[in-house]
C-alpha cells in the first residue's frame, strides 16, 4: 500500500477511532448502563461521573503504560539478563562488563563535562542574550535568530557544524571556518589576547561563580540565623554535595587555566578539530550550546519582565549601576527560572546522541552514554549491556525528575 | 526599563553592537550551509563560502583547441577560440605556458614556444595561436591561467538532490517519507491527550493528583529505555518495523508533554464558564467538544508544533522504528546521516540535503513561533 495512503488512513483510524471511543463509550455510560431515569436517577448520575474520568483518561493511561511505563520495568529486567543464554537472569554481571570497559568510562566522563559545560554555558548566553535583547528596538527581531537553531534538526546542526570544522591540507585555501580563522594566529600577542587571556579568563568567571555557589551553599551550615525556619532533614547532605561539587568544578577550571596558559598551540598547520582529543568534545558541545541557547533566552526573557518594576526602581533611586542592578536585583529573583532551564537543558544533554552519532559516531574519544547505548543495543546486539547503560542514563536522570514532581506537587497544593 | 534607568548613550550603543555581533554569531553557521548549497562542488572545495559573494580568484589550467581546428591562413597556420567554457565569464590576470612560470605573461602579450608556436591570451580568454609548420597531435597545448571570476550561483545542486529520479542519493523520497511519519504523529496524540487533559483538569476523582505526578514523571524519563522492550514487543504482536511501529512510538513519546501542557492550559480557563454549562445540562462530552477544546486552540497549537518539530527532526527513533534492512523507509535525518558517511567530502551534497530537510522546520518556527514560545512558557516557567 502507498504510505501516504497508509498514513491518510491512520488519521482518520486514529482520530475517528479515538473521538468516536469517547462519545460512544459517554453515551453506553449515560444510556445503557448507568441511566439518569427511573428509581435509581440520582445513584446512577453519581456512578457516571465515577466512571467518566477514567474513560476520558483510558487511552492515555494505557499508552503511556505501554510505551513509557512499561519500558522502565522491561529495560530493567533485561539489564539483569543475558540474551545469549536465552534470557537467563544473571544479576550484576552486565554492570560489571559495562564497568570493565574503558568505553564505557570514556562515555561517563564525557557526559559529566557535556552536564557540566552546556548547561553552563547556553544558560549564561541566555541570560544575557535576553537582557540584552529586551533593553533594544528590534529585540524581538534579534530573539527571533538566536532562538531559530531550536528548529533545525540536530542532524542538520551536525552538518552545518561540520562545514565550520572541516580541514583542508595546508596548501590549499580553507572551506572551514575555524581553520581560516586559526590560520590567522601566528603566535604574536593577538594570538596570546584570544587564546590565552580570553579563555583563561572565561574560565576564571566560572570559577568564581563556582565560589560563589560554595558559598551560598555553605553559609546557612556554618552560621545558622536565628529565626529562621528549621531546614528539611536532607538540606543538610544537599548543600554539602552541592559545594564539594562546586570545590571539585574550580579546581578543575584552575587546572585548565594553567594548561591553556602553557600549553603549545600548532599555529600555521590546519587542524583536523573533530580528531583532537578532549577538544573535539568541546566542538560537539558547541552544537548543543548554539541550538539550547535560544530556548534559555525565550525563557529568561519572559521571567525578566516579569520582575516588579518596585524592586528595579527602587534600586536606581538608591543609586544602583546598570551591574549591580542586573546581579543584584535580577539574577536574584529569576533564581527559580534559571534552575529550570539549567535542569532542562541537562535533561537534553544526558540523552544527546544525534550530534555525536552524525560528527564523529563516538570515535576519538567522544563517546556519550546515549551513543553507547546505542552501539550496544544495535551494532553489538548485546541487549543486557545495553539495557544496563541505559539504566545508567535513567539514573543520572533520577534527580531531576524527583525534583520536578516534588515542585510539581508542591505548587498543586 | 532602559528609559526607566535613564541609560547613557554610551551603553545603549554598547548594547546595540553586541546584540548585532550575537545575532552575527548565531546567524553565521546556518547562512554558511544556506551558501554553500547554491554553489558548484568546485567553487565550494576551491574557497570558503564567505569568499563566495566576491569575484574569486583560481589558478587554472586550461587548454587551446585541438589541432584539427586549425586553419590556414596567410601562409600560417592559426587556431583560434577562448580558453573559458561558453557560458563562463573570467578575467585573465596573468598567464603562462610552463607549469613552473605560470604567471609569466600578461593580458595581450605573446609567448613564444619555439616550434611550438606563437601564443597570444587575451584577458577576456580569447588566444591566437599561429604557427609556421602545421600543427600536430592530438591535443590542445596548455595554457595556466589566472582569472577572476565574478560570484556565481547556481541551482542544480537543487535540482539533482530534489528533480534529479535517477539519482539515488536524492532527497526526494526520503522527504516524503518524513512527511508521512511526521503528520499522523502530530494529530493523534493531540486527541488522545485532550481528552486526558480535560479529566485531569477538570473532573474530579481520587488518585488525580498522582497521575498527574506520574505525567510530570514520565515528562523526563528518557525514551532511550523505550528502545528494545518496544522493539520487541512490536516485532511480537507483528507491526514489525514500519511506519505504524514509529506512529505509535512518538504517540506515546508525545503524550506526557502534549497532557502536560494542555492541562496547565485548561486549568486556567475561567470556572464560570464550565460551571454555566454544567448546570444548563450539558454533559462533560458536549463541555469538552463545544467549550474546552475551541478555548484551548493556542494551547494545541503550541503542542502540535513542538510534536511537529521534534517528530521531524527525530532520528533515533526512525532508526529503531521504521527504517528496516531496505532502507525504502528512509526518513530525512538518516538519509544524510548516511551521505556524511559516504559523501563526507561532497559538500554540494551535503549541504543541499540539509537545507531541505531544514527549509520545512524554519518555515513553521517563523510562521509561528508565537505559538511555541508560549508552549514554552506553559511548560518550564511556573
Same mark, same amino acid.
Given at each position: 500500500?502507498?504510505?501516504?495512503?497508509?498514513?491518510l488512513i491512520t488519521i482518520?483510524v486514529?482520530?475517528?477511532?479515538?473521538?468516536?471511543?469517547?462519545?460512544?463509550?459517554?453515551?453506553?455510560?449515560?444510556?445503557?448502563?448507568?441511566p439518569a431515569?427511573?428509581?435509581?436517577i440520582?445513584?446512577?448520575?453519581?456512578?457516571?461521573?465515577?466512571?467518566?474520568?477514567?474513560?476520558?483518561?483510558?487511552?492515555?493511561?494505557f499508552?503511556?503504560?505501554l510505551?513509557?511505563?512499561?519500558?522502565?520495568?522491561?529495560?530493567?529486567?533485561?539489564?539483569?539478563?543475558?540474551r545469549s543464554?536465552?534470557?537467563?537472569f544473571?544479576?550484576?554481571?552486565?554492570?560489571?562488563q559495562m564497568?570493565?570497559e574503558?568505553?564505557f568510562?570514556e562515555?561517563?566522563?564525557?557526559?559529566?563535562?557535556?552536564?557540566i559545560?552546556?548547561?553552563?554555558v547556553?544558560t549564561?548566553?541566555?541570560?544575557?542574550?535576553?537582557?540584552?535583547?529586551?533593553r533594544?528596538?528590534?529585540?524581538?527581531v534579534a530573539?527571533s535568530?538566536?532562538?531559530?537553531?531550536?528548529?533545525?534538526s540536530?542532524v542538520?546542526a551536525a552538518?552545518?557544524?561540520?562545514?565550520i570544522?572541516?580541514?583542508?591540507?595546508?596548501n590549499q585555501d580553507?572551506?572551514?571556518?575555524l581553520?581560516?580563522v586559526?590560520l590567522?594566529?601566528?603566535?604574536?600577542?593577538?594570538?596570546?589576547?584570544?587564546l590565552?587571556?580570553?579563555p583563561?579568563?572565561?574560565?576564571?568567571?566560572?570559577?568564581?561563580?563556582m565560589a560563589? *555557589?560554595v558559598?551560598? &551553599?555553605?553559609?546557612?551550615l %556554618?552560621r545558622? +540565623? $536565628?529565626?529562621q @525556619?528549621r531546614?528539611?532533614w536532607? =538540606?543538610?547532605?544537599l548543600?554539602?554535595?552541592?559545594?564539594?561539587?562546586?570545590?571539585?568544578?574550580i579546581?578543575?577550571?584552575?587546572?585548565?587555566?594553567h594548561?591553556?596558559?602553557?600549553?603549545?598551540?600548532?599555529?600555521g598547520?590546519?587542524q583536523?578539530w573533530?580528531?583532537?582529543p578532549?577538544?573535539?568534545?568541546?566542538?560537539?558541545m558547541?552544537v548543543l550550546?548554539?541550538i539550547q541557547t535560544g530556548f534559555?533566552? *525565550?525563557?529568561l526573557s &519572559?521571567a525578566?519582565r516579569? %520582575?516588579?518594576? +518596585? $524592586?528595579i526602581? @527602587?534600586?536606581?533611586?538608591?543609586? =544602583?549601576?546598570?551591574?549591580?542592578?542586573?546581579?543584584?536585583?535580577?539574577?536574584p529573583?529569576i533564581?527559580g527560572t534559571i534552575?529550570v532551564?539549567?535542569?532542562?537543558?541537562?535533561?537534553?544533554?544526558?540523552?544527546?546522541?544525534?550530534?555525536?552519532?552524525?560528527?564523529?559516531n563516538?570515535?576519538?574519544?567522544t563517546?556519550v552514554?546515549a551513543n553507547y547505548?546505542?552501539?550496544?543495543?544495535?551494532?553489538?546486539?548485546?541487549?543486557?549491556v545495553?539495557?544496563?547503560s541505559?539504566?545508567v542514563?535513567?539514573v543520572?536522570?533520577?534527580?531531576i525528575?524527583?525534583?520536578?514532581?516534588?515542585?510539581a506537587?508542591k505548587?498543586?497544593? | 526599563?532602559?528609559?526607566?534607568?535613564?541609560?547613557?548613550s554610551?551603553l545603549?550603543w554598547?548594547?546595540q553592537?553586541s546584540?548585532?555581533?550575537l545575532?552575527a554569531?548565531?546567524l553565521?553557521?546556518?547562512v554558511?550551509l544556506?551558501v554553500?548549497?547554491f554553489?558548484t562542488?568546485?567553487q565550494?572545495?576551491s574557497?570558503?563560502?564567505w569568499?563566495?559573494m566576491?569575484?574569486s580568484?583560481?589558478?587554472?589550467?586550461?587548454?587551446?583547441?585541438?589541432p584539427?581546428?586549425?586553419?590556414?591562413e596567410?601562409?600560417?597556420w592559426?587556431?583560434?577560440?577562448?580558453?573559458?567554457e561558453?557560458?563562463?565569464?573570467?578575467t585573465?590576470?596573468?598567464?603562462?605556458?610552463?607549469s613552473?612560470?605560470?604567471a609569466a605573461?600578461?593580458?595581450g602579450?605573446?609567448?613564444?614556444?619555439g616550434e611550438?608556436?606563437?601564443?597570444?591570451?587575451?584577458?577576456?580568454?580569447?588566444?591566437?595561436?599561429v604557427n609556421?609548420?602545421e600543427?600536430?597531435?592530438r591535443?590542445?597545448e596548455?595554457?595556466?591561467?589566472?582569472?577572476?571570476?565574478?560570484p556565481?550561483?547556481t541551482?542544480?545542486?537543487?535540482?539533482?538532490?530534489?528533480f534529479?529520479p535517477?539519482?539515488?542519493?536524492?532527497m526526494?523520497?526520503a522527504f516524503?517519507?518524513?512527511?508521512?511519519?511526521?503528520?499522523?504523529?502530530?494529530?493523534?496524540?493531540?486527541?488522545?491527550?485532550a481528552f486526558?487533559?480535560?479529566?485531569?483538569?477538570?473532573m474530579?476523582f481520587?488518585?488525580r493528583a498522582?497521575l498527574?505526578?506520574?505525567?510530570?514523571a514520565?515528562?523526563?524519563?528518557p525514551?532511550?529505555l523505550?528502545?528494545?522492550p518496544?522493539?520487541k514487543l512490536h516485532?511480537?504482536?507483528?507491526?514489525?518495523k514500519?511506519?505504524?511501529?514509529?506512529?505509535?512510538?512518538?504517540?506515546?513519546?508525545g503524550?506526557?508533554l502534549?497532557?502536560?501542557?494542555l492541562r496547565?492550559?485548561?486549568?486556567?480557563?475561567?470556572?464560570d464558564?464550565i460551571?454555566?454549562?454544567?448546570?444548563?445540562g450539558a454533559?462533560?462530552?458536549q463541555?469538552?467538544?463545544?467549550?474546552?477544546l475551541p478555548?484551548?486552540?493556542?494551547a494545541?497549537?503550541?503542542f502540535?508544533i513542538f510534536?511537529?518539530l521534534?517528530?521531524?527532526?527525530?532520528?533515533?527513533?526512525?532508526?529503531?522504528?521504521?527504517?528496516?534492512?531496505?532502507?525504502?523507509t528512509t526518513?530525512?535525518t538518516?538519509?544524510?546521516?548516511e551521505?556524511?558517511?559516504?559523501?563526507?567530502?561532497n559538500w554540494e551534497?551535503?549541504?543541499?540535503?540539509a537545507f531541505?530537510?531544514?527549509?520545512?522546520?524554519?518555515a513553521?518556527?517563523?510562521?509561528?513561533q508565537r505559538?511555541?514560545?508560549?508552549?514554552?512558557?506553559?511548560?518550564?516557567?511556573k
Amino acid at each position: 500500500m502507498n504510505p501516504a495512503l497508509q498514513g491518510l488512513i491512520t488519521i482518520i483510524v486514529g482520530v475517528g477511532g479515538c473521538i468516536g471511543y469517547f462519545y460512544l463509550s459517554n453515551q453506553f455510560l449515560d444510556k445503557v448502563l448507568f441511566p439518569a431515569r427511573g428509581r435509581h436517577i440520582g445513584r446512577n448520575i453519581n456512578r457516571a461521573n465515577m466512571i467518566r474520568p477514567w474513560l476520558f483518561l483510558f487511552p492515555a493511561i494505557f499508552a503511556l503504560g505501554l510505551y513509557l511505563g512499561y519500558p522502565v520495568i522491561e529495560t530493567l529486567r533485561l539489564s539483569l539478563t543475558d540474551r545469549s543464554l536465552d534470557g537467563a537472569f544473571v544479576g550484576l554481571d552486565n554492570y560489571a562488563q559495562m564497568a570493565s570497559e574503558p568505553k564505557f568510562w570514556e562515555a561517563m566522563r564525557n557526559n559529566m563535562l557535556w552536564l557540566i559545560v552546556v548547561p553552563a554555558v547556553a544558560t549564561a548566553f541566555g541570560l544575557l542574550a535576553a537582557q540584552l535583547t529586551d533593553r533594544i528596538a528590534w529585540g524581538n527581531v534579534a530573539k527571533s535568530f538566536i532562538f531559530m537553531p531550536m528548529a533545525i534538526s540536530f542532524v542538520g546542526a551536525a552538518v552545518i557544524f561540520k562545514l565550520i570544522y572541516d580541514t583542508r591540507p595546508a596548501n590549499q585555501d580553507q572551506i572551514g571556518v575555524l581553520n581560516a580563522v586559526w590560520l590567522m594566529f601566528e603566535g604574536g600577542p593577538g594570538s596570546f589576547l584570544f587564546l590565552r587571556l580570553l579563555p583563561a579568563a572565561i574560565v576564571l568567571c566560572f570559577a568564581l561563580l563556582m565560589a560563589y *555557589v560554595v558559598y551560598l &551553599a555553605l553559609k546557612p551550615l %556554618i552560621r545558622r +540565623e $536565628t529565626g529562621q @525556619a528549621r531546614a528539611s532533614w536532607w =538540606a543538610v547532605p544537599l548543600r554539602l554535595t552541592a559545594g564539594l561539587v562546586a570545590v571539585w568544578l574550580i579546581w578543575l577550571s584552575l587546572g585548565s587555566v594553567h594548561s591553556v596558559m602553557t600549553a603549545e598551540f600548532a599555529y600555521g598547520a590546519p587542524q583536523t578539530w573533530l580528531t583532537l582529543p578532549f577538544w573535539n568534545s568541546l566542538f560537539l558541545m558547541v552544537v548543543l550550546v548554539w541550538i539550547q541557547t535560544g530556548f534559555a533566552m *525565550v525563557i529568561l526573557s &519572559a521571567a525578566l519582565r516579569g %520582575i516588579p518594576e +518596585e $524592586t528595579i526602581e @527602587a534600586a536606581i533611586l538608591d543609586g =544602583a549601576n546598570p551591574f549591580q542592578i542586573f546581579f543584584k536585583i535580577k539574577v536574584p529573583q529569576i533564581m527559580g527560572t534559571i534552575v529550570v532551564v539549567w535542569t532542562t537543558i541537562t535533561l537534553v544533554v544526558l540523552k544527546v546522541f544525534d550530534i555525536v552519532f552524525a560528527m564523529t559516531n563516538g570515535q576519538w574519544e567522544t563517546q556519550v552514554l546515549a551513543n553507547y547505548m546505542y552501539d550496544k543495543l544495535f551494532r553489538a546486539n548485546d541487549w543486557g549491556v545495553g539495557s544496563a547503560s541505559a539504566i545508567v542514563i535513567m539514573v543520572l536522570v533520577l534527580p531531576i525528575l524527583v525534583w520536578n514532581v516534588y515542585n510539581a506537587r508542591k505548587e498543586m497544593n | 526599563m532602559s528609559s526607566i534607568a535613564g541609560t547613557k548613550s554610551g551603553l545603549t550603543w554598547a548594547v546595540q553592537i553586541s546584540v548585532v555581533a550575537l545575532v552575527a554569531l548565531w546567524l553565521f553557521p546556518t547562512v554558511g550551509l544556506f551558501v554553500s548549497s547554491f554553489r558548484t562542488a568546485d567553487q565550494i572545495s576551491s574557497s570558503g563560502w564567505w569568499a563566495s559573494m566576491l569575484p574569486s580568484e583560481r589558478n587554472e589550467t586550461l587548454r587551446t583547441a585541438n589541432p584539427d581546428t586549425q586553419v590556414r591562413e596567410d601562409g600560417l597556420w592559426v587556431i583560434r577560440g577562448n580558453l573559458f567554457e561558453a557560458d563562463r565569464e573570467a578575467t585573465i590576470s596573468t598567464w603562462g605556458t610552463s607549469s613552473r612560470d605560470i604567471a609569466a605573461y600578461k593580458p595581450g602579450d605573446t609567448a613564444d614556444m619555439g616550434e611550438d608556436g606563437r601564443l597570444t591570451v587575451q584577458a577576456d580568454g580569447d588566444y591566437l595561436l599561429v604557427n609556421e609548420t602545421e600543427f600536430s597531435g592530438r591535443r590542445g597545448e596548455r595554457v595556466f591561467v589566472t582569472a577572476t571570476s565574478p560570484p556565481e550561483f547556481t541551482l542544480d545542486n537543487y535540482r539533482d538532490m530534489l528533480f534529479d529520479p535517477s539519482n539515488r542519493e536524492g532527497m526526494t523520497r526520503a522527504f516524503f517519507n518524513t512527511l508521512t511519519v511526521v503528520i499522523p504523529a502530530t494529530i493523534i496524540p493531540i486527541v488522545i491527550a485532550a481528552f486526558a487533559a480535560y479529566a485531569l483538569a477538570w473532573m474530579r476523582f481520587p488518585g488525580r493528583a498522582l497521575l498527574i505526578a506520574a505525567v510530570v514523571a514520565l515528562l523526563v524519563v528518557p525514551l532511550q529505555l523505550a528502545l528494545i522492550p518496544l522493539l520487541k514487543l512490536h516485532l511480537a504482536v507483528g507491526i514489525g518495523k514500519g511506519y505504524l511501529g514509529v506512529w505509535l512510538a512518538h504517540t506515546g513519546f508525545g503524550l506526557p508533554l502534549a497532557i502536560y501542557l494542555l492541562r496547565n492550559y485548561m486549568v486556567g480557563l475561567p470556572r464560570d464558564i464550565i460551571e454555566n454549562a454544567r448546570v444548563d445540562g450539558a454533559t462533560d462530552f458536549q463541555i469538552f467538544v463545544k467549550i474546552i477544546l475551541p478555548l484551548s486552540f493556542p494551547a494545541l497549537a503550541s503542542f502540535a508544533i513542538f510534536q511537529f518539530l521534534w517528530t521531524w527532526n527525530d532520528l533515533l527513533v526512525a532508526m529503531v522504528f521504521l527504517i528496516d534492512a531496505t532502507g525504502e523507509t528512509t526518513v530525512m535525518t538518516k538519509q544524510i546521516v548516511e551521505l556524511l558517511g559516504t559523501r563526507g567530502g561532497n559538500w554540494e551534497i551535503l549541504a543541499t540535503a540539509a537545507f531541505v530537510s531544514i527549509a520545512v522546520p524554519l518555515a513553521v518556527f517563523f510562521a509561528l513561533q508565537r505559538y511555541l514560545v508560549r508552549g514554552l512558557l506553559a511548560g518550564s516557567v511556573k
